[in-house]
């Protein structure tokens, strides 16, 4: 029995145990197969880097159907279900997209106000220019948000580590990844959000709002958990694979739009980069709820600051809607494009340097912590290093303005401030570190200044959200100087690439943004010394403001390689329409030199976490070459000697077979005539199997032909779970069924949950379209038959993903002639 039961996962606090036997079968990457794929393939295909060491303390990950098994029992289950009625499934994603915009909207109050309250402690010390009692208050409010946000992931969540958009894209692809939508989960990965990006941390909060979305898609969706024991009776019949991942992936993409109040940009990324299957009808309903989350936060956002009423409810300002509205557009000229391709090559070059950097820092990060055996140590070593980057951090953006001199603001013109708004009077204090300044009332009753501020202070003390908005601002040539932007650049690049990865749950969009902002703005300082500031219209394009909105643009896909949604994105949060040509040169001419290098970074993320994701299409390389997987058959990358069960099973053999192997699922048999061979029926899973043999009164004694008295099957309810509900139980009946004679003489129908839809192919059909089929259909088993259906094997995603292929392949060319090595090579680059 230690076989079945031999991957539990043991929550810390002894809440629960969940068995994981069903998870690891042939669909399932073995841990000593994965070990030894990863640690054998550094010097062939560098794809999956994955040191043995590091592989012990990975989660091991089950690989799951998109569509629901399509037995007998399932049918019957449909024929009580409404047909075509799609109202409860657009009430669901109105729903998620309400839940994710209040969400959204309360994480950025809360933000906010404990960034103001920070601030606000050392006012007096900041006008007294005492430094040290600044850095002193301002480190140790910092240290009790981080304790707490570190330790809300480390020792709360499950999982014992922050999750993020690499683990979305890998369950959407068809991995499961356990605790990625527990309870826990959710509640840990909101309050180390928000105290990681008010503590001052280069981060911002919107990878973990993607997370958070898609766990309220999940859970508003299935409405059961089994941690607070809920297993509401309502919308029942969207308790399914392919329902459940639509309305993650809806949330996914209502998570963007409601962080950055672009609704379309979320649509587009889930699109691009989150969601693997996509369909018109997943379009608009995802849609409608980037809608709903959008349109709810800003409707809080119209009245509500600081959890304060101030009036003007539904009054839609854009200054407030649009996060880095840019008032003025410029008019453009065609010279504006070559200072954008140059930025454009620039953000690939730095963003392949940064997902360099970061999956190295990342590396050494899980080399240190699998070199510590207590695992209470090990997450106390994570702790203290984000209290190690919250201490550098600080130090840089107290003590590196002091450095700087004051100087006045919008060049020297008069700065007027709205008497109405407290965020504008909050920025002018913050930025105004330890300069001074004079007000006076105008004859037009409003309050002018002649302010001086800090052009450090203004980029590093300043929240990276504020920061970017002073660096598109239009009409201000020469606010920032070389010295600050080029300071800032250098150290918000390093820590923000360090803390990326950190046990605190944060996101990088915000430092990618503010990055690009930075050496953008140099490059429109630089175009200002060159030429000067302009003074007619023609000239108007020479603006640091518009390149600093190109740079943060070339930056983002530099680092993620987005192109559609990321130019969506910068038009809606800027809402500069005019700058759209520029900003889609410089997304494409940035991904293409960061293809040169390296992936993008949540890709290299996937691989450096070893989730196993299945690629639009498979690359596989041979001699410095790419092979052409349509010269290869389905039989070349298939595990033979496959087990396989009939519709009438023997109960003593089948209790023998889930104790003896780990397989995640049997091909099904049967004899068509009296002296036919076998030919395949369907499959059925491990799962289904355990949950058949709970139910003891469905055994039926032996008979001499195939069929079976007319006992009731179970129903559908019964046999669809996700994990088992009595572990010990299960392992009793399964020692009695092995060992109990009464039980050799007792069989079981397996015909009424069988999936008679499972997908098979031909042991020679070409392989290319057998990897389109695996991944385009989302399966879980590919049964590979013969021209008579028999079954001569079985294909599943570890067979399909990089080295396996690269490994079997090879091996196909290795006892042929050279000329026949080089034949299967695709002509491709």
Not at 70 to 80: F, I, N, P, T, V
Request: neutral net charge; contains cysteine; glycine residues 8%.
């Amino acid at each position: 029995m230690s076989l079945l039961f031999s991957h539990r996962t043991h929550v810390e606090n002894g809440e629960e145990e969940m068995l994981m036997a069903e998870e690891h079968g042939p669909d399932l990457i073995n841990s000593q197969d994965f070990r030894r794929q990863c640690s054998t393939s550094r010097k062939s295909l560098a794809y999956y880097h994955c040191k043995e060491e590091e592989r012990e303390h990975q989660i091991v990950h089950e690989s799951l159907d998109y569509l629901p098994s399509h037995s007998k029992a399932y049918r019957k289950w449909l024929q009580e279900k409404t047909y075509r009625k799609e109202w409860d499934r657009w009430l669901l994603m109105g729903l998620i997209g309400t839940a994710v915009g209040m969400l959204g909207f309360l994480t950025h109050q809360i933000i906010d106000s404990l960034i103001k309250l920070k601030w606000n402690l050392v006012e007096n010390y900041l006008k007294d220019g005492n430094f040290h009692m600044t850095w002193l208050c301002v480190l140790g409010s910092g240290l009790a948000m981080v304790l707490l946000s570190s330790g809300s992931v480390l020792f709360f969540c499950p999982s014992g580590s922050p999750f993020g958009l690499p683990e979305i894209i890998g369950y959407l692809n068809g991995t499961s990844i356990q605790h990625l939508f527990n309870i826990k989960t959710f509640l840990g990965t909101f309050v180390s959000c928000v105290l990681a990006v008010a503590s001052g941390l280069f981060c911002g909060p919107e990878g973990p709002m993607i997370h958070l979305g898609a766990l309220l898609g999940c859970g508003l969706s299935q409405l059961e958990s089994d941690t607070l024991g809920i297993h509401l009776p309502i919308f029942t019949r969207f308790r399914n694979s392919a329902d459940k991942r639509s309305f993650i992936t809806a949330g996914a993409g209502a998570g963007i739009a409601s962080v950055f109040r672009a609704p379309i940009g979320g649509l587009l990324f889930t699109l691009e980069e989150v969601s693997s299957f996509w369909d018109i009808r997943l379009a608009w309903q995802t849609f409608f709820c980037c809608l709903t989350a959008t349109f709810t936060t800003d409707l809080l956002s119209s009245s509500l600051y600081g959890f304060v009423y101030r009036g003007h409810f539904g009054f839609f300002e854009a200054e407030k809607r649009i996060i880095f509205w840019v008032k003025n557009l410029l008019d453009m000229n065609i010279f504006a494009f070559i200072p954008t391709i140059l930025l454009g090559m620039l953000g690939g070059l730095l963003g392949a340097l940064f997902v360099s950097l970061n999956i190295k820092i990342n590396k050494l990060r899980m080399q240190v912590s699998n070199s510590i055996p207590k695992s209470s140590l090990r997450k106390t070593s994570k702790l203290l290093e984000t209290v190690f980057i919250l201490v550098c951090t600080t130090t840089v953006t107290v003590y590196i303005p002091y450095f700087f001199p004051c100087t006045p603001v919008m060049s020297g013109q008069n700065y007027q401030l709205r008497n109405n708004s407290e965020t504008s009077e909050f920025k002018r204090k913050i930025s105004e570190y330890s300069c001074s300044s004079s007000t006076w009332i105008g004859p037009d009753g409003v309050t002018y200044s002649n302010q001086t501020f800090n052009q450090a202070a203004a980029l590093l003390v300043e929240s990276g959200k504020e920061g970017i908005t002073y660096l598109f601002k239009r009409g201000t040539h020469e606010e920032f100087g070389y010295t600050s932007l080029c300071t800032a650049l250098a150290f918000y690049f390093i820590l923000s690439c360090w803390t990326a990865g950190s046990a605190v749950a944060s996101g990088l969009v915000i430092p990618m943004l503010y990055t690009g902002a930075l050496y953008g703005r140099i490059m429109g300082l630089i175009l200002v010394s060159i030429f000067g500031v302009p003074t007619n219209e023609y000239g108007a394009w020479i603006d640091p403001g518009l390149f600093a909105a190109i740079g943060a643009a070339s930056f983002f896909s530099g680092v993620s390689r987005l192109t559609i949604s990321l130019t969506v994105i910068m038009v809606e949060i800027t809402n500069d329409v005019q700058s759209l040509l520029l900003i889609m040169v410089a997304v494409m001419v940035a991904k293409m030199v960061g293809d040169l290098f390296n992936t993008s970074l949540y890709s290299s993320l996937l691989k450096l976490k070893c989730i196993p994701y299945l690629d639009v299409e498979p690359f596989v390389c041979h001699r410095r070459g790419w092979l052409n997987l349509e010269l290869f058959s389905a039989r070349d990358v298939m595990e033979p000697g496959v087990r396989v069960l009939h519709l009438k099973e023997n109960i003593a053999s089948l209790a023998q077979l889930l104790a003896s192997t780990n397989h995640g699922g049997f091909p099904v048999v049967c004899r068509p005539k009296p002296g036919h061979a076998e030919v395949f029926q369907g499959t059925i899973k491990r799962l289904e199997l355990c949950m058949l043999l709970e139910n003891e009164h469905i055994f039926e004694p032996e008979t001499n032909d195939e069929t079976f008295s007319s006992s009731d099957p179970l129903s559908y309810e019964k046999i669809r779970v996700e994990k088992l509900p009595n572990l010990s139980r299960l392992s009793m009946l399964l020692n009695r069924y092995a060992t109990d004679p009464r039980y050799q003489q007792l069989f079981i129908n397996l015909e009424p949950y069988i999936n008679t839809s499972a997908m098979s192919v031909q042991a020679h059909f070409s392989l290319q379209r057998t990897y389109i089929i695996f991944r385009t259909l989302g399966l879980r088993h590919l049964t590979v038959v013969d021209p008579q259906n028999r079954v001569v094997g079985v294909i599943t995603r570890k067979d399909l993903m990089p080295f396996p292929l690269e490994e079997r392949l090879r091996l196909q060319l290795a006892p042929q002639s050279p000329q026949a090595d080089e034949q299967p090579l695709d002509s491709r680059p």
